[in-house]
């Protein structure tokens, strides 16, 4: 007997019309490894493959983050993401890694993400909604403090910037067609969907989390926050995992590289310019996906130190990262004149 896949199977079906269609050459997704927590990255290339993907709300790493890697000019690639994935993807487009026509996002809305040790029940598919959290369809207990502390900051629970969203569900699946090929693709598929990118506002209660996590960082004295952020700074082992982990960091050549700028090698803690370099770099793109902290094995709160100054940024720029695909990063557009203004020589 078939086992019934949870919100009726859609994401399965859509990915397997992807293939079958030919319209991508594989499709990124998660699967189920040893049990149903255990979440497996996949490049899945053959319809009868795409039964095997998991919408749970487990703690694994970004998938645009690994488009880096399995992604290349011309290869069109399906990707099953949440909305930080999908953003992520998005300033990878901005950023030319990517062409838009070459990939075709599924998202799912998500409402956090928790590690698979701290879920309790692994028997049955575990989502995060709107409500609260489900295991198998029914609902469950579950602390705020569980949920990934990014996860609580998160603003953008819709991912309306991908071609589908679905707003999945045990008993139901509701898909919107945000993108014409989100449309054709549904059709092929014989899903009911509705035209157009869900009607959404950012969600109230990260919106407070947010207020009350950086209101905490302000109410520092600079002093006090450089003091406290250069005392986290000294746990690190310059393991790059931050780097590694995080979706929009993609140059190759890096600045952070031993003995490359201000980064000697065999040295730990780095030169506090270790952070601060890459705090430039993707201050104004950051994409509050958690990954750097969740990489962290010296338990440093990056994620909140770049969500904090992106926060500020976005404000003073009108900027929202992975959101508008036309939007340029505004340290991107920043003119040699303004680098040099005052005679500080940042270019
Ligand atoms: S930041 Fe967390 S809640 Fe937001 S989309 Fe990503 S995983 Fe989901
Ligand atoms: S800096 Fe951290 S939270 Fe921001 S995009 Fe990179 S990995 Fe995600
Ligand atoms: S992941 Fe943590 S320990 Fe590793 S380089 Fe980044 S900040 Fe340092």
Request: charge should be negative.
């Amino acid at each position: 007997m078939t086992e019934k896949k949870y919100g009726g199977g859609v994401i399965n079906t859509l990915a397997a019309t992807l293939l079958k269609n030919n319209m991508v050459e594989g499709v990124l997704a998660y699967t189920e490894g040893l049990d149903r927590a255990d979440l497996v990255p996949c490049f899945i290339t053959k319809p009868e493959e795409a039964e095997k993907i998991s919408t749970a709300s487990y703690y694994p790493y970004s998938l645009s983050r690994l488009l880096r890697d399995y992604g290349e000019e011309g290869k069109k690639i399906g990707l099953v993401v949440r909305s930080c994935d999908a953003r992520g993807a998005i300033e990878l487009i901005k950023r030319n890694q990517f062409k838009r026509e070459d990939l075709f996002l599924i998202g799912i809305e998500c409402y956090g993400t928790v590690k698979s040790s701290r879920a309790g029940n692994q028997k049955e598919e575990f989502r995060i909604t709107d409500q609260g959290a489900e295991v198998g369809g029914k609902k469950v207990e579950l602390s705020e403090e569980s949920i990934s502390p990014n996860c609580q900051r998160c603003e953008y629970p819709v991912p309306f910037m991908a071609d589908l969203s679905l707003k999945i569900e045990a008993q139901a699946t509701q898909v919107f067609a945000c993108t014409e090929k989100g449309e054709k693709l549904a059709k092929l598929a014989g899903i009911d969907f509705e035209k157009g990118a869900p009607k959404t506002a950012k969600r109230e209660k990260a919106l407070e989390r947010q207020k009350e996590t950086f209101e905490k960082l302000r109410k520092m004295s600079p002093e006090q926050r450089l003091d406290y952020w250069f005392r986290q700074f000294d746990k690190c082992i310059k393991c790059y995992g931050c780097k590694d982990a995080c979706p929009v960091c993609y140059c190759k050549d890096c600045y952070l590289g031993p003995n490359r700028f201000m980064v000697k090698g065999g040295e730990i803690p780095p030169d506090k310019m270790f952070h601060l370099i890459r705090l430039f770099h993707i201050a104004d793109s950051c994409l509050n996906c958690g990954q750097c902290e969740a990489a962290c094995p010296a338990e440093i709160p990056i994620s909140l130190l770049y969500h904090a100054l992106y926060h500020d940024l976005s404000a003073l720029f009108h900027y929202e990262s992975g959101v508008h695909e036309d939007e340029i990063p505004p340290l991107g557009m920043i003119t040699e004149e303004e680098l040099t203004k005052g005679g500080v020589d940042l270019a």
